[in-house]
Structures are given as C-alpha cells and as structure tokens.
C-alpha cells in the first residue's frame, strides 16, 4: 500500500513539478536580462551612456566609447545591493530581505594616440572591463491557504482522504549570476566619429531551491503533513559580440547606435526532481522518498538589442543623455543539440512574449572637481499579459570627485516591480502569489589614471 502510495505521490510532483522550479521559458527571460549595474557614475545616470562613452561601464552599452577616452585608466566598482520582498498568497503578506555585497566591476582602458599627420583617424582605444550583468540572489517565503490541498491520499487506509487544509507554506532561494567579460576596440575618425566593437564572453550559474509545505486534515482530526523540496542548478558559458559609433553632429549634441547581437549559451542543468516527506498522525509515520538529480544540456539564444542614444553637452558645465533599447524577446530560442525538444517552449516565446523598449535618462553638472549626477529609468516586462506594475521603474543619484591622479565615484539606484509566482499553474482556480520586490544598490568606484 506505501508503495502505490509514493507512486500516486511521486507522479503528483511530477504533474506538480513546474510550478516550483522554474521553466525553461522562465529562464529564457532571467538568462536575455542585464541589469544596469556598472561603474557608480554608469549607475547614477541610470545608464544612459550611449551616445557619450567615457567610461568603462559605458563602452559595453557602445564599445565607440572606448575612443572618447582621452587618456589611459582603471577603474575598479564595489557594490551592496538590498533586496526587499512583500508576498501576498490569500490576504496573508510576509516579508523578506537579503543584501549582498560584491565586485560589481573591474577594467581598464588604453588610449594610443596617432601621430600620423596624413591619417584621418585620431586615437585608438583597446579596452577590457569585467562587470556582472544579473545577479540573481533573492530569498523569499509564502504562506496562505488556498482551501486546496494537493496531498490527500492515506498510505494505510483507503477510507481517509485529507480533503480539507489548513494552508500552504513556501519557500523561495535563487543563488548564482551571470559574469560578463569584453574586448573593445575603438578608434576616431576626423575627430568627429568614434567607432568601436567589443566581443564578450559570459559565465553563468543559477541555483534554484523551493520547499513547498501543506498541512492537510480529514473530518476526524487524522492529519497528514506534506513537505516537497526541488533544486535547479543551471549553468554554462556564452559569447556575444557589439558595434557601434558617436556621431559629433554639432559641438555640443552627440548620436549614438549600438548593435548587440543575441547572446548564444550552452547550458547545462542539474535537477533534483523530488525529495519528499509525508507525515500521518493516525500512524504516526513518516514516509519519504528521494528520486535523485537528473542532468540535461541545451542550448539557448537570447534576443540581439539595438540602442539609440541622444546627449547634448552644455560645454564644462553638464550634460543630459538619452538612451532607448529595444529587444524583442518573442526570438529567444532554446535548442537541444538539433532534437525536436524545446518545441512547445519555442511556441510560447512567439505567442507570449513580446518587443519591448527600455529608457535611460542621466544628467551631471560639474561644479570644479565634484560632479552631481542623476537618472531615470523604466522598462516594461516582456510578458504580453504582465500588469503595469511588472514593469521596473526607478531612480538613481550620484556624486563623484577628481582628484590628483584619478577620481571616487558613488551612486545610490532604486528600483520597484511587482511579479506573480504561481505554486499550481495546472488549476486555474488557485491564485498565483503576488510579489511586490524594492531593490536598492549602492555603488563605489575607484578611477585611476595610468
């Protein structure tokens, strides 16, 4: 009789198994995001670096930057970032917090000047800047009841069924993120064009662990607790590659476009598809069963992402910069070493997703050696039905000092989304939980001439 019943059991998870770790459509989105998380004056003007280049950070928006530099440096970013979840399953709301502290950035630029008096090209820049384009550490819980419990069957007695619940525990961990590494090479032309390109390689890991709890009953007071833990461990490498120029159209505006081609992963995935636990009080017995790691590898393409830039330059004093990228993410494509799989998940790419934009606005004023800087930015979600409030929206602000030798940079950014998690996808008359999420980050950056 235990034996059927960790069947019936086991294939329930099965039947479960998606509405825990996430799916691979999900993981296409997480894996086509990079966040803006750079040098602090990168961050303080949210971004929004295109059309100006300059700085370490601002070369892997548009790698013509890296010619804009007019002398040799490094640059090296720390940064802590705090991340606040509220979680709503039912009318029951819990919190949870969790910071992490980081290298967020590291490179370096050189700048060979052209002494060449027939040439009509100037300076060549040779640049490479390590940065983490997402990093996805979060740590959130649940509780609720939503009057349906998924575990009902007694192991020794086909007579007591748990129909009624006293609720829904859960638990969500997220570890891992996705390092970049470029090469940019820039030149200026006729001291009016920069024109670059930049090849990068990416490194990234993402682990996933949920614990999913219910606490059922029958009519007698017979209990029967359930405890299910699932862990996702996706790893492996990419590359892709970026070009891009700044016009000079007048003394004072700048232009700006970037291409970034999609990036190309091959993944790997370690699964542990079900460790769980069943407890009975009318026997006093607990029951478990672990089925083990599974592994597979795939392959993944992200979306490419064009970038116009706008600045205009109000001669020493300051300046505002305007980005806008678009990607479109229904072309995520996920790939099984030329098998049929992934077709279904291909499908819901085209019919779930869509093209979205994303803006970046910075300013900074200097007055002497200190500069003050300022940003905003916002970017829908590329889910066709998200609500308004998926989309991330925030600010940035920042300051930085020259002195002898180089400069420190800091900035502060704040950004808010809403997300819905959904434990039971496979009923349509249970609710997904509802995740408001605050992000602060705070970012120092050490600038040194060479």
Not at 117 to 134: T, V
Not at 213 to 223: A, P
Not at 354 to 377: C, N, P, Q, V
Request: glycine share 8%; charged share 20%.
């Amino acid at each position: 009789m235990k034996k059927l019943f960790l069947t019936a059991m086991l294939y329930c998870v099965a039947f479960i198994s998606n509405a825990q770790t996430l799916g691979y459509n999900d993981i296409g989105v997480l894996f086509s995001k990079e966040k803006i998380n750079g040098t602090a004056r990168y961050n303080a003007m949210s971004g929004a670096f295109g059309a100006l280049g300059g700085d370490l950070s601002a070369i892997e928006t548009n790698p013509a930057g890296a010619a804009v530099f007019l002398n040799s440096e490094f640059a090296l970013s720390l940064n802590i970032k705090n991340t606040e979840t509220n979680v709503n399953y039912y009318g029951n709301n819990e919190f949870s917090e969790n910071d992490i502290t980081s290298l967020s950035q590291a490179g370096g630029v050189f700048v060979f000047q052209s002494y060449s008096r027939n040439s009509d090209w100037g300076k060549i820049a040779i640049g490479f800047n390590y940065s983490i384009a997402n990093d996805f550490e979060t740590q959130w819980f649940a509780k609720g009841n939503n009057n349906y419990p998924t575990w009902i069957d007694d192991p020794n007695d086909d007579n007591i069924q748990y129909l009624d619940t006293d609720g829904q525990y859960f638990e969500n961990f997220n570890d891992g993120r996705n390092d970049k590494y470029s090469f940019t090479f820039a030149s200026e032309l006729n001291n009016s064009i920069y024109l670059g390109a930049s090849f990068s390689t990416y490194d990234i890991e993402n682990l996933q662990r949920i614990l999913l709890e219910e606490y059922n009953k029958d009519s007698n007071g017979n209990t029967l607790d359930a405890s299910l833990i699932q862990e996702l461990y996706t790893y492996g490498e990419g590359f892709s590659f970026n070009v891009g120029l700044i016009s000079k159209a007048t003394e004072n505006m700048r232009l700006g476009l970037a291409y970034q081609s999609p990036v190309w992963y091959t993944l790997s995935e370690d699964y542990l598809d079900a460790d769980l636990e069943v407890y009975v009080s009318n026997t006093d017995e607990l029951i478990t069963d672990y089925s083990g790691f599974n592994a597979f590898d795939y392959k993944l393409r992200t979306p490419s992402k064009l970038t116009g830039s706008f600045a205009y330059i109000f001669e020493k004093q300051g300046l505002i910069s305007i980005d806008y990228i678009y990607k479109n993410y229904s072309n995520i494509e996920l790939d099984m070493a030329g098998n049929f799989g992934f077709i279904e998940e291909n499908k819901a790419f085209n019919t779930d997703l869509e093209a979205r934009g994303e803006l970046r606005m910075g300013t900074e004023w200097r007055f002497d050696k200190l500069s003050i800087r300022g940003g905003y930015h916002f970017e829908k979600s590329p889910y066709k039905n998200a609500l308004d409030s998926d989309a991330t929206e925030g600010f940035s602000l920042g300051a930085g000092y020259k002195f002898r030798g180089g400069k420190i940079d800091a900035s502060y950014q704040k950004d808010t989304n809403t997300a819905a998690y959904n434990f039971y996808p496979q009923y349509n008359n249970i609710n997904a939980a509802e995740l408001d999420i605050d992000t602060s980050k705070f970012t120092i950056t050490l600038v040194l001439n060479i």
